[in-house]
């Protein structure tokens, strides 16, 4: 098993996402080619993907922003094929996002989970998470 960050979208990776993302939403369609590009090619946004045995089994996005007090990351669309869940790919995934967002330079890095997903939240605090006091508002456009 290894994670990676991608470089390029090719349609393998094209492939991947359109597997993986009705598995983690399904309200939202997966991502086009061009949609992927702009996100791999942008300086504030590092796109991983864990390879088992050459195949693409698990992604995750890490958004940096930056802001008066400094900079800070954001995890986003953790997802693993459900046939591959259980063997480490989410903590690896997650350790590789850690290491880039200290390697950058961020103050800190936060995500959400639902609470539905019990084994997400356990892993998000094994590795060291830990949830905070306040209320996550969302205004949708």
């Known amino acids: 098993m290894v994670v990676v960050a991608v470089h390029a979208v090719d349609d ?3 492939e991947a996402f359109d597997r993986l993302i009705p598995q983690l939403s ?7 080619r061009d949609h ?11 796109l991983f993907v864990a390879r088992v045995e050459g195949r693409i089994l698990g992604s995750l996005t890490l958004a940096f922003y930056r802001i008066p ?3 800070k990351a954001w995890i986003e669309d953790v997802v ?3 046939d591959a869940r259980g063997h480490g790919i ?3 995934l997650n350790r590789a996002a850690l290491a ?6 961020a103050k800190d890095v936060s995500l ?3 609470p539905s997903r019990e084994a997400a939240n356990r892993l998000y605090r094994r590795i060291g998470f830990e949830p905070r006091e306040t209320n996550v508002y969302r205004f949708t456009l």
């Not at 992927?36 to 590092?46: G, I, M, N, P």
């Not at 880039?100 to 330079?105: C, M, T, Y």
Request: no cysteine.
């Open 80 to 82: 693993v094929d459900a």
């Open 69 to 71: 007090t400094g900079t």
């Open 12 to 14: 393998e990776l094209v």
């Open 100 to 105: 880039e967002a200290q390697a950058r330079g």
């Open 112 to 114: 959400t989970s639902r």
């Open 90 to 92: 989410g903590e690896l």
């Open 36 to 46: 992927l590009a702009t996100l791999v090619d942008s300086e504030d946004t590092v």
């Open 26 to 32: 399904s309200s939202s369609p997966p991502p086009s």
